[in-house]
């Protein structure tokens, strides 16, 4: 295809795109007090008795629910997303990349999904237990809605991509930019990089930090275990055609 004709179709998928999330979207505002009711229940589960979340801003009632119902609408159209990508870069692919291609992509969505699902159902109740048995007596604990909403937002995002590790291990591993054996003997290298990676990512309690680096190296072995059961493309593997063009001869 000539570079016009790639041009068009990439404005053609990002318009789908567009679109896509914009109809989610307009699907979801309707329920956007009750998706915020959602999130924020892992925290309104330790507040004390009596308490509540507040608003500071003067539009924070309407701007903060209407901000994640956007993310959630994002987070949702993921699929459609990589779809798109996908149905862009395909027909430059070989034969066997697309096989290795299309579980790839499957499974990263899953993944990342599973990262969000895990801070939400196990990490956030314990981070909210440990704040709220660490306020000191007479502050009352009511958290401002949008910060409470910048809070999960990160840690949502930082988790989903943490759950990634497999993939990413997998892919330098098939490439060959490293081999399993090198990767093997980088190991506490790796196991030091996650912590501090949670420390970055969490807020400062040893208990979030640890939630989010031991899933991070566990992940990475999977990465290893499956890296290692794969057998990298060879010179032969070059001759499968793309699409349904004929190979190259050799030379």
Known sequence: MPLVAHLTELRTRLLRCVIAVLLLFAGLFYFAQDIYTIVSAPLRAYLPEGATMIATGV???????????????????????????????????????????????????????????????????????????????????????NEYLDFVLTLFFAFGVAFEIPVATFLVLWVGIVDVETLKRSRPYVIVGCFVVGMILTPPDVFSQTMLAVPMWLLFEVGLLFGGLVRRPTADDEDNFRGDQPPAPRP
């Open 59 to 145: 539009a924070s009632p309407f701007l903060t629910p209407f901000k994640l119902t956007a993310w959630v609408a994002l987070f949702l159209s993921i699929p459609v997303l990589l779809h798109q990508v996908w149905g862009f870069i395909a027909p430059g692919l070989y034969k066997h990349e697309k096989r290795i291609a299309v579980p790839l992509l499957v499974s990263s969505i899953l993944l990342f999904y599973a990262g969000m699902a895990f801070a939400y159902f196990l990490v956030f109740p314990m981070i909210f237990h440990f704040f709220a048995s660490v306020t000191p007596d007479g502050v009352a604990m009511m958290t401002d809605i």
